[in-house]
């Protein structure tokens, strides 16, 4: 078994940006930072809209992003923690800057402000509509460069292991080849979100809910499961798993959506008309989706001048042009699909869980700030603000703790390289029941999908989990279950 000082579970933006925090706090400590697959496969990586934070101090003001953030989340956001999001994220964009990062800037060298749904005035920081990769190849490249920081990819985690005082103490993890261990004196889950746990997404493949199952299984407590977010623009695609994402900026650029008769529909439900909040926008398609013979709507970019959407959207214009899409002339077929977990492990402004010694950062946390909707571009933010608090404390309770020899490590989960036994047939009646969690209000519905999820479990878990693949399924399916339980016990607040 290896050991370290700080395990960090996880590499996008939270993951990285905590791990160069830790070593900066830091002395001596050394920093483990595991990714599930390669480093360019995180929820963060994906990002195309950008990390929200106040520049335009004549427009805009700390107070109006405080209230933005907290409207969206439908007033149930954290106040304190919105505080420190909103005061700190411009730092942290100054510090992007510092360290090499290439934000957008107009003529006169300003930072290039665009404008996302539920913000009243523009404050979203980007590059072009890859803001995601950019951080990410940056925070990558300076923790590859750090002495004291060690990336290791292709590592799945399986169960956190605890000491004899119910401090969590390390991983297992399954590397492809063998399962292993990792001891640490401070545990940080970055495991982003559940987005594969339903049939529309835009989150990659990765997007599982291993952090959120292993917290679980080692009592930490977990909240908000049913503040699942869903982006109102993806691009339709019948069998494609994640669906793109078309930016919540295009629609700040002045897209508007239009159903099949050519109509635009989001002002019946809100004024704010396609600028509305990420929960309204979704809404409106899904209730306009009722009535239709498609699952789709469109998004109306035709007006754009010529050539603006190929030079501010490159990404999204050249995987449009692969389907065919021009978005100068076409319209482009789009629908709601789960994008971001607003709820989830139980932490403080310091990341710390219930559990002693186990942090949590970025999306898998619940940390109270983005209530049951988060305002667009503010989980870049969130996740950059807060490693500075979750590093600092990691590192205090390192520093505190005298490692005890008397690991409780239970049985060594067993996981082989065996063919997986999920056959589609199961994926299938996952999806039915999340399907119910997504958009229906409907107790009936929602009971039915209770006890499904509770047999597809009861199935796996009866079964030595062999596969990886099974491994994986199994613990979608244990998440499945806790956010219809937590469905259950707010069915009215969606
Ligand atoms: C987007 O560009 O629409 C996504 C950014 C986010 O999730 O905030």
Redesign the pocket.
């Known amino acids: 078994m290896d050991s370290c000082d700080l395990i960090i579970i996880g590499a996008g933006v939270a993951g990285l940006s905590a791990a160069l925090e830790a070593v900066r706090v830091c002395p001596k400590c050394e920093v483990v930072v595991l990714s599930k697959s390669d480093f360019s496969m995180s929820n963060s990586h994906f ?3 950008g990390i929200a934070a106040v520049f335009d101090r004549v427009n805009d003001s700390i107070e109006k992003h405080f209230n933005d953030t907290l409207l969206a989340g439908g007033g149930l956001g954290n106040p304190a923690m919105i505080e420190t999001l909103v005061m700190q994220a411009p730092n942290r964009i100054l510090d992007l800057i510092a360290n090499g990062v290439d934000f957008d800037t107009e003529s006169d060298g300003a930072l290039a402000l665009g404008l ?1 749904g539920g913000h009243s005035a523009n404050r979203i920081v980007h590059q072009k509509d890859h803001t995601g990769k950019s951080l990410i190849d940056n925070l990558l490249h300076r923790a590859k460069q750090h002495p004291r920081i060690q990336l290791l990819k292709n590592q799945h985690g399986l169960r956190l292991i605890k000491d004899a005082q119910g401090n969590c103490a390390g991983i297992w993890v399954w590397n492809g080849k063998e399962v292993k261990g990792y001891t640490a004196k401070s545990v940080l889950l970055a495991t982003g979100g559940c987005g594969q746990l339903f049939r529309f997404t835009t989150n990659p493949a990765v997007a599982t809910g291993d952090g959120l199952a292993m917290a679980s299984y080692m009592g930490a407590s977990i909240s908000g499961l049913a503040y699942m977010q869903f ?1 109102p623009t993806a691009l339709y695609a019948k069998n494609e798993n994640p669906l793109f ?1 078309i ?3 295009v629609r700040g650029a002045g897209a508007y959506l239009v159903n099949h008769h050519g109509e635009r529909f989001v002002f019946k439900l809100d004024d704010r008309g396609e600028l509305a909040t990420r929960d309204v926008v979704s809404k409106a398609i899904t209730g306009e989706l009722k009535t239709s013979a498609y699952p789709y709507v469109f998004l109306d970019a035709r007006h754009f001048k010529h050539g603006f959407f190929k030079s501010s959207f490159p990404l999204i214009y050249s995987k449009l042009k692969q389907r065919r899409i021009d978005p100068e002339t076409d319209l482009i077929p789009v629908c709601p699909a789960a ?2 977990l607003c709820g989830g492990i139980d932490v403080d402004k310091y990341g710390r869980t219930n559990v002693p010694g186990l942090f949590a950062l970025g999306e898998c946390a619940n940390s109270g700030l983005q209530g049951k909707n988060r305002l ?2 503010n ?1 870049l933010s969130e996740a950059l603000v807060f490693a500075k608090y979750v590093a600092e404390e990691m590192c205090v309770f390192a520093n505190e703790r005298v490692q005890k020899p008397d690991l409780i490590l239970g049985d060594k989960p067993s996981v082989s390289n065996e063919k997986s036994s999920v056959s589609s047939y199961k994926k299938e009646l996952l999806y039915k029941a999340t399907d119910c969690l997504s958009y229906e209000d409907n107790h009936f519905l929602l009971q039915k999908a209770g006890v499904d999820l509770q047999e597809l479990y009861k199935a796996f878990s009866s079964k030595k989990c062999v596969s990886i693949q099974d491994w994986i399924f199994r613990d979608l399916v244990w998440v499945a279950n806790l956010m219809c339980m937590q469905r259950f016990i707010m069915p009215n607040e969606k």
């Open positions: 990002a195309q809209g996302e982006h994402l930016s919540e900026a994008h971001y667009a571009s989980a």
